[in-house]
């Protein structure tokens, strides 16, 4: 179904290559329709390949979805050009006065760094503070997660003997709630990151509940309910991305493990096999149609 980008967007042209309906503004306009108004705080490096990942799953919706790309102020943007973001990205000071139905983070490659070490540390507390009221519910991804479970529940962090990389076997463990509902009991799910968090910790928080987990990978569905959903993985992931960090981390001579499950025979040279990707596209329609369609107020 429809996504409603801002004309000019790189990216549109290779989701209709995709056979996914991006409409411009000014068609959308037309259309007497209330759309989702979703936000997305990108902090990967790549950011339009992070955009074709996370507008793909989005794109699995019977509604009409307006997306807002945010940029922080306080961050040092290194591997894009500022002109990209100046016309494709609104800072958070131009649409902190508005209401979004979602609200998307991404993971950031700070992991190894505490959380008030980070530049933007400041105003990404301030927007995750600003969602509680601005935001029916906030998925967090990978570092995001990490991130939203620190500042809304103190629950820390801990440094890995080495990094987690590859895609990993799952386990439902709240069968009856709605975020995962259609899930197998079992599935897969993309990880590369070098910190985690405790199972353990998070069940000391009542709020919070593990609905899903791995035995390798640790809790990778956290929620408090639906207003912040932590998913401790990459379930954007498209094919290619593990074996494209794995070939960077190489090429940069730092000897990386190859990522577990994903390489046929763990052969780099082979084509990777997926085993995510429906599931991925499952838990973002899950949250879109019952965590944000469902609850937010037609006139929001």
Known sequence: MPLRLKEGLPVIEKLKKENIFAM??????????????????????????????????????????EVTFIRLVTHKYKNTPASYLLKNYRPFYQIEGKYFDGLIITGAPVEKLEYEDVDYWGELSSIMEWSQIHVTSTLHLCWAAQA??????????????????????????????????????????????????????????????????????????????????????????????????????????????????????????????????????LLFSNWLNYYVYQITPYKF
């Open 24 to 65: 411009t503004e000014e068609r959308a306009g037309h259309q007497d329709i209330r759309e989702l108004k979703i936000g997305v705080i990108n902090l990967m490096p790549d950011k339009e390949n992070t955009e074709q990942q996370l507008l793909r799953l989005l794109s699995n919706s019977p509604l009409q979805i």
């Open 148 to 281: 939203g479970l620190y500042y809304h529940y103190g629950v820390p962090k801990y440094d890995l003997d080495k990094k987690l990389s590859g895609v990993f076997k799952h386990v439902v463990t709240e069968q009856c709630c709605e975020l995962t509902r259609g899930f197998d009991k079992y599935f897969y799910a993309p990880h590369s990151r070098h910190t985690g968090v405790r199972s353990e910790d998070i069940k000391k928080v009542n709020e919070l509940k593990i609905l899903a987990e791995s035995d390798e990978a640790g809790a990778y569905i956290v929620s408090d309910g639906g207003k912040n959903i932590f998913v401790n993985g990459h379930p954007e992931y498209d094919l290619y991305r593990l074996a494209e960090e794995y070939i960077r981390d190489t090429d940069r001579g730092l000897d990386p493990a190859i990522p577990k499950n994903y390489f046929p025979d763990d052969d780099p040279d082979k084509e990777p096999v997926s085993n995510w990707l429906a599931c991925s596209s």
